[in-house]
């Protein structure tokens, strides 16, 4: 109950202090890559119960001859990397914290799509509220395997507390003004998940 109070303590003042980032940023998106400005997206939050998180718009929207969407690398323009080495990208989120979708810290909500793909240990990451950044992200963010991802979230699980929340919030300014691990090595964004080896035997 602590935590949640806290949550939207934080998400509201954030809304209120960074308002004219969020009309800067929604301008600039506008007119780099023209409408929409906010990129919805449905992810499982709480015991895997979807929500549909909003980000800004990083990405253009560029299709191949069969109308599939073109590879991250190729649709992930400068000013959309800028967003995301400075994690303007996600400020949105701060109103999936204030619904109660979210956390401020937490283990970060992934694609539905993996959902039947994680072994037991893995899915402990949803016994949480997913968060706008969390031990992973302090912790190599999307240079690290998701092995490693899946390991630290599940110790966040297993050893949260506002202390801990706390700590990882300050690693965060710390991460954003560095711009470390924005990307996995040779990827334009994370790797797609696959499952873990054991699963694919």
Partial sequence: ???????????????????????????????????PVLFRQVRPGLHGKPFEMIKFRTMKDAVDAQGNPLPDSERLTPFGQMLRSTSLDELPELWNVIKGDMSIVGPRPLLLEYLPLYNAEQAKRHNVRPGMTGHAQVNGRNAISWEEKFRLDTWYVEHQSLWLDFKIMLKTVKKVLAKDDINAEGEATMSKFTGTPEQKK
């Fill in 1 to 35: 109950m602590i935590k949640r109070i806290l949550d939207v303590a934080i998400a509201s003042t954030a809304l209120v202090i960074l308002s004219p980032v969020y009309a800067l940023v929604a301008y600039k998106v506008k007119k780099n890559l023209g409408s």
